[in-house]
Structures are given as structure tokens and as C-alpha cells.
């Protein structure tokens, strides 16, 4: 969800090119940097802010409820994917141990991000908790237990609560890339998969109890299988893309399409429309196995099927994606921490406008896209990026 590293090109405009005859990518005429990924980063990056700007609009009909997945877990898979392939770059120029270093060190920036937020928006609820939804409808605690859980992972606001998982895998990472740089991915995709099945057998198990919910939403267990995946598949990128090109794609391509529309006519049944699974105890399993706080399989392989096909489809199409959405997406995907971070004071702000949340769906969509254009806008001004982390 959040860029973990500071990687080129961050705010720089983007040279025109002369582009072949096609709409596919083109990595010759493209450059280094793929564009794509920034491109992917972006638009989950628009989806999430929308997410959370709550209210019936053009942009949350297409975003919410049509099927088992979310921005989010781009977000986590993209960051990993982004890190393998970045750090080995690192790796092989500076060595394992300075590369290590720096991963720690933004580890250390993020955990301060975290604890800012949290405890300043948890202090605030005290005094005015009208200021503070969606992250705290009232105040957790007292000002002492606030400071508290907010340095020791034990506070998990809506909005804000994602950063801690960022920090965690962060933490894990030098480990991960020890046992990548040893080539040694099975058993580390091994340790993953282990994780992941006792989240699953035994929910929570290995979280903290939060102070203002039932239990923590990104949880490592379950959400570090996403990362560790991203982190493996960006570490081999170079060999992946060989085998790729091997690979014959119309069954792949016709089996990632069967799981799409299968996940989204059964979220049709399911969440629109809330008619299966019928029996209340089978309901009640299926709920279980789809909650996205424990990230089944059934939400993995729709995952699999929907990120795979959107990758393909800008792939294919991605002049007129870009000459289209490019240049709006590419500078929010390549900035996603700093538009994270501004995202969570534009929905407390949103959350304070008197009937916005249920006023009119064409109006709603206009400020929803207000508060897009203005991210991008402080973006493209570098506004404050000395001081908020990109």
C-alpha cells in the first residue's frame, strides 16, 4: 500500500518518447523504470482513497462490495515486489549488510509515522472525537494509554492501522533477504505458507489486543504472505520475465478470467445481494473464510485471478492508459506514503462536513475527485516533502 523505499524519479516529469506503432509496453522505448508498476500503484492508491472517503458514488460502486478483494492487498504485494527487485540492485552495488541498514532505517521512519499519527489522532479524540472518525469515534483510552498502545502496536484505527504491518515486514525483511540472497526461496515460501495456516487455524493467535477494536486488522500473519510473495517475485524479476515469455498465455489468461467472473458473481450473491450462501451455518464458515482481516484462500486466488488480469490489461493497453491516466497515477503511485499520509487528514476533514457522507451521488463523486486532484496537485508542488515521508 505504501512505498517502502525511496526508489528515482520520484516527482520528475516524465520524457516524452517516441513510441512504437502499439499499445503494448514497451520496455526498449520505455526506460529502466517501469512505469507500469507506478502506474498499478497509483490506481490502488485512488481506489483506497475513495474506500475511505465513505459515501454512495460513482467511484464506490465500482470499488466496494463487487468482489473479494481490495486496494490494500495490491498495496502490500506491489511494496514487496518493488523492494525484492530494488535492494538487490542495492545489494549487489553497496552489499548485504549497508543494504540491510537502510531498509531498517526506513523501518525506523514509518514506526515514527505510526506512532505520530496514532497518538495524535488518539489524543485529539479526547478533546474532540468529532475530528478524529473514521480512525476513532471516541477516545480508546486515557492520554497516558493512548501514548502507550500508540508506540506498542496496540491501537488499530481504521485508516492508519496499515502502517504497523508496513513496519513489521520491514523488520522481517533483512531476514528475508539472507535466505533470498543464499537461494534459499522455498524454504522461506515455506515459513510464509506456515504463517499464513495457523492465522488460519487459530485467528489472532500471534497479534496484539488492540485498545479501540476486537482484534488488529493487518495482521502479519496472515498479510505478510502477500509481501513475502512480492518480495521473492521482485528479488527473481529478471528470471520470472524469462520464464513468462516461455510460458503459453491463453490458458493462463482464460483461467485468470474463470476466477474473476466466478469471485464476482459470487460476491454478486453474497455481498450485494446477501442471498447465499442460505444456511446460517454455512453463511457463517463462508464469512469466516472471506473476512479479508484473515485473508483466506478464497480471497488468494481471486487475488491471484484480478491483480494478474489488471496487470495484463495495462500491459496490453498501456499507450492510451497512459496518454489517458498516466500522468495522473504515475506521480500519486511514485509518491504513495506522502499521499497516504495526506489521505488520513483529508477523511477526518471529510468526515466533518455536515451531510457530505450522504448527500447527493453526483456531488460526492466531484469531491471525491476534488480530493484526488488536490493530492496530485501537492504532489507535483513537492509541498512539505521535506518534512512528510515519502
Not at 207 to 226: E, G, K, N
Not at 275 to 292: C, E, G, H, M, S
Not at 306 to 317: C, N, P, Q, T
Not at 374 to 385: A, G, P, Q, S, Y
Request: contains cysteine; aromatic residues 14%.
Amino acid at each position: 500500500m505504501i512505498k517502502l523505499i525511496d526508489t528515482p524519479s520520484n516527482t520528475t516529469t516524465i520524457n516524452s518518447k517516441v513510441r512504437e506503432n502499439t499499445w503494448c509496453y514497451n520496455p526498449i522505448t520505455e526506460g529502466k523504470r517501469d512505469l507500469r508498476i507506478d502506474f498499478l500503484r497509483g490506481l490502488a492508491i485512488v481506489s483506497m482513497v475513495v474506500n475511505h472517503l465513505e459515501c454512495k458514488s460513482v467511484f464506490n460502486n465500482i470499488t466496494q462490495g463487487h468482489i473479494y478483494a481490495s486496494s490494500a492487498e495490491g498495496f502490500v504485494f506491489l511494496s514487496g515486489f518493488v523492494l525484492g527487485f530494488v535492494t538487490l540492485q542495492r545489494i549487489d552495488k553497496i552489499g548485504l549488510k549497508p543494504a540491510m541498514l537502510k531498509l531498517l532505517e526506513r523501518a525506523r521512519v514509518l514506526y515514527v509515522t505510526s506512532f505520530v499519527l496514532m497518538a495524535g489522532f488518539g489524543l485529539l479524540s479526547i478533546m474532540a472525537p468529532w475530528m478524529t472518525r473514521p480512525s476513532f469515534d471516541q477516545a480508546p483510552g486515557a492520554w497516558w494509554q493512548i501514548i502507550m498502545a500508540a508506540g506498542t502496536f496496540h491501537l488499530a484505527p481504521a485508516t492508519i492501522d496499515i502502517l504497523q504491518l508496513y513496519v513489521v515486514c520491514l523488520l522481517a525483511s533483512p531476514g528475508i533477504f539472507w535466505l533470498l540472497r543464499r537461494g534459499l526461496w522455498a524454504p522461506l515460501l515455506t515459513v510464509s505458507w506456515t504463517l499464513w495456516g495457523i492465522q488460519q487455524l487459530h485467528p489472532y493467535s500471534f497479534s496484539f489486543q488492540p485498545l479501540d477494536r476486537a482484534h488488529p486488522y493487518f495482521v502479519f500473519c496472515t498479510w505478510q504472505i502477500l509481501y513475502v510473495h512480492g518480495v521473492t517475485a521482485g528479488y527473481y524479476k529478471d528470471q520470472l520475465a524469462k520464464f513468462w515469455r516461455k510460458l503459453s498465455k491463453a490458458p493462463f489468461l482464460v483461467g485468470m478470467v474463470v476466477i474473476v467472473i466466478g469471485a464476482l458473481v459470487t460476491a454478486h450473491y453474497d455481498l450485494q445481494l446477501g442471498t447465499w450462501p442460505t444456511k446460517v451455518q454455512d453463511r457463517a464458515l463462508w464469512l469466516q473464510i472471506t473476512d479479508r482481516s484473515t485473508n483466506g484462500i478464497v480471497r488468494l486466488v481471486t487475488l491471484l485471478g484480478l491483480f494478474s488480469l489488471i496487470f495484463l490489461l495495462v500491459d496490453a493497453f498501456w499507450q492510451p492508459l497512459y496518454k489517458s491516466l498516466g500522468k495522473l497515477l504515475i506521480p500519486l503511485g511514485q509518491n504513495s506514503l506522502y499521499v497516504y499520509i495526506l489521505h488520513v487528514f483529508f477523511t477526518a476533514i471529510w468526515f466533518t462536513i455536515p451531510g457530505l457522507t450522504q448527500g447527493h451521488i453526483v456531488l460526492v463523486s466531484l469531491a471525491q475527485m476534488a480530493v484526488i486532484g488536490l493530492c496530485w496537485f501537492l504532489v507535483k508542488r513537492e509541498f512539505l516533502f521535506k518534512i512528510i515521508p515519502r
